[in-house]
């Protein structure tokens, strides 16, 4: 140890820096380092998300198209060769929920679930989802299960 590394304790030393804005004494009063004019120095600024200096921000450069529907609902979408893949893991047995299908990572707390039609399902299952293909549904009722809407 010697002077040249020499350090206070942890937490001892707490300086927030200087208090700008407390009259000319201090060094820091006047435009209290702000600069002149201009909307940064003013009280009550803040930048607008994607403001790009005056420039057209890019959201309002780039063209839009097409028409979105701000009512479409997304549904997560499982295969019945995942539900015979289930039932083969011994993770399901004769009935499937949107709680089991939950714990067993398949979907989201909040997602809505629809059954889609891809593979084949061998196993007798009693499922309730929200929506089920067409395709999907026969399947079920084909392999003598039951298919519910929630």
């Avoid at 019945?80 to 039932?87: G, R, T």
């Amino acid at each position: 140890m010697n002077l040249s590394n020499l350090k206070p304790a942890e937490g001892s030393v707490n300086r927030d820096g200087k208090r700008v804005g407390r009259g000319q004494g201090s060094g820091k009063g006047g435009t209290a380092t702000r600069g002149h004019k201009g909307a940064k120095s003013r009280s009550g600024y803040s930048k607008k998300i994607g403001f790009e200096g005056g420039q057209m921000p890019l959201q309002r450069r780039v063209p839009k198209f097409g028409f979105v529907n701000i009512n479409r609902k997304e549904y997560q979408g499982i295969n019945l060769d995942k539900l015979q893949e289930l039932v083969d893991k011994k993770a399901i047995k004769d009935t499937v929920t949107f709680e089991t299908l939950l714990e067993n990572g398949l979907v989201g707390k909040n997602d809505l679930v629809k059954i889609l039609g891809r593979g084949e399902l061998k196993t007798s299952l009693k499922v309730s989802v929200h929506k089920f293909t067409a395709t999907a549904k026969a399947a079920i009722e084909a392999a003598g299960g039951e298919a519910i809407n929630l």
